[in-house]
């Protein structure tokens, strides 16, 4: 499933959280773009412009014109929501620099517990539980708080192929992860790309090794 499918989205964009705080600081800004209404195409070279032009880091947002951050969106995709991203990128500017000194490391650094790095990264303008969930799931074993449940898409797919035994559904996933030689990251990511795959269609699929999704995105 994760070799057809995929695994972490930050992986896919050339971020290495492991890395250290200039590439959760990438992800941050990607995973902004990700979690609004719009299409993981769209978000990505929306990141991809806003990389080129030395956008690394959301604290360095507020310094860019409206006008201009407002090119980039438009030429990454954003025509219809353009304004409103850009607002919402210069708040979160903003906000990151008044409260964390313009660098979201500090948030993962004061906020070590799940529920209160949580509760910090919901009361940010735009961000919501998909951007959050998106945000902390593949920074699990980065941040001491990045331990959010399971995505409930991410169980949804493991159930409709089967993956799931007894005991905790978060236990499940990791063993699984580990008896595949996987990160439990890709193997979380790779679920909710499936349950996106299936749409609304989940239940009229065979679902196990002959899910119509797998099948599919192999041959095509």
Known sequence: MVAVLGGRYSAELGIDLDAG???????????????????????ERTFGVLGAAGLARIGQMRHVPTGDLIAMLDAGGYARY???TATRLLELSEII?????????????RFAAYPALRAALDALPGWGPVTIGLFLRELRGVWPGADPPPDERALAA???LGLLAGGSDAACLAGLA???????????????RLDLAHGRAMADCPGGQACAALRRSAAG
Do not use: M, N, P
């Open 82 to 84: 353009d304004f409103r």
């Open 178 to 192: 580990a008896a595949c030689g996987l990160d439990v990251r890709d193997l979380e990511a790779g679920l909710v």
């Open 158 to 160: 493991a159930r409709h």
């Open 97 to 109: 620099s008044e409260r964390y000194d313009g660098q979201v490391a500090v948030i993962g650094r």
């Open 21 to 43: 705080e200039a590439e959760v600081e990438r992800w941050f800004v990607a995973a902004t773009l990700f979690g609004a209404r719009i299409s993981a195409r769209v978000a």
